[in-house]
């Protein structure tokens, strides 16, 4: 049965929520070593691939977008609805969309829970979707993650 983490993200600023969900992709590649990240679009996957490039040697995640690297494609891969995502499995995915991807296969669903309203409702409803199909769900606090990893 797939596990779903839903991180509340009320009181993280874009800086603060896109090293959070940095560290959550290095946390999971670590122990999936098969990672599918899933952006709203191409301009969010170019932002995240440089911030996961900005991580020490020693915390260095192995990641692509999606198409480029090797012909099997990188442990940890950068995907946007209009690219050409290739139909394999994936251990782990993490969702930034506001629609649910193509997580079948995955154990790890990594989930985010925005402050403002209207996307709030969307992951309500992602979780309700997710709940259906029988996934084991927790909700998480993202600020309680980071000031626990930070003591």
């Known amino acids: 049965m797939a596990q779903g983490i839903f991180y509340v993200l009320d009181g993280l600023n874009e800086e603060q929520q896109q090293q959070f969900f940095c560290e959550r992709i290095a946390q999971a590649w670590r122990e999936f070593r098969s990672v599918r990240v ?4 191409q301009a969010t996957a170019e932002q995240l691939d440089e911030a996961l490039w900005q991580a020490p040697a020693d915390a260095f995640v192995p ?5 480029e690297g090797p012909a099997q494609g990188a442990p940890v891969e950068l995907c946007w609805p209009q690219a050409n995502v290739p139909q394999r499995r994936t251990a782990a995915v993490v969702n930034l969309m506001a629609e649910i991807p193509n997580w079948q296969g995955a154990r790890l669903i990594l989930e985010r829970v925005p402050s403002a309203e209207n996307e ?4 309500r409803e992602r979780y309700k979707t ?9 909700t998480v606090k993202a600020s309680e993650q980071i000031n626990s990893s930070t003591k």
């Open 130 to 138: 997710y709940r259906h199909q029988g996934v084991e769900l927790q």
């Open 63 to 67: 990641h692509n977008l999606v198409g």
């Open 38 to 41: 899933w952006c709203p679009d």
């Open 120 to 123: 709030r409702q969307a992951a």
